[in-house]
């Protein structure tokens, strides 16, 4: 099973309420999001880099759930399909985000042309904010997931420190989707490798 099949039998399998569907024919039909990069240069900046990000996080995220103090000693529990939005749609930001461009570069002595990635925003609205925006054209999110997602950066983004620290404080998803995010980018993915 390839990483399209597998993201949309565990979309379609988790994420019923009103609108899934329509969105995933959205994100199928009209956005790249089954070949964007993650990124121009860090973590999953390659084709098809977005949709293993997204596979990556679902699965540190329902790891991270699961750990008993979470659950027994903080009493935090999720429905799985707000651990399948949260994770699989946080960076839906990103579709439609990224152009392939070329640059020279010397190898080996070479002048050699290759493709590179830049930033092309049309909806330039932040980042989980945006997701969040895009989102709710199409399902209403919980107040949860929508925290969880415009928050899933933590403190790497831009934001007021208290508020972030304060928006994990009070919701724990956005918490736990916080360590997925970074579990996923750090360890999974890595950096490009020069």
Sequence with gaps: ????????????????????????DYLTEKTDFFTAPASTRFHG?????????????YECLCDFVKRPRFREKYGFTFTEESLAIVSLLHDI????????????????????SVPYYTIED????????????????????????????????????????????????MF???????VADMEASYYMEGTEKK
């Design 122 to 169: 049309s909806l330039p609205y932040g980042h989980g904010e945006k997701s969040v925006y895009i989102l709710s054209g199409f399902m209403k999110l919980t107040r949860e997931e929508a925290f969880a997602i415009r928050y899933h950066m933590g403190f790497s983004g831009p934001e007021d420190a208290n508020q972030v620290g304060r928006a994990l404080e």
């Design 45 to 57: 900046s390659y084709e098809g880099g977005l949709l293993e990000h997204s596979l990556n996080v």
């Design 93 to 112: 930001c990103k579709t439609n985000f990224y152009k392939t461009e070329m640059r020279n570069v010397k190898k080996n002595g070479v002048w050699e």
């Design 1 to 24: 099973m390839n990483n399209k099949e597998k993201f949309i039998e565990i979309y379609r399998a988790c994420i019923t309420r009103e609108g899934a569907d329509t969105f995933l």
């Design 172 to 178: 724990p998803l956005a918490f736990a989707l916080c």
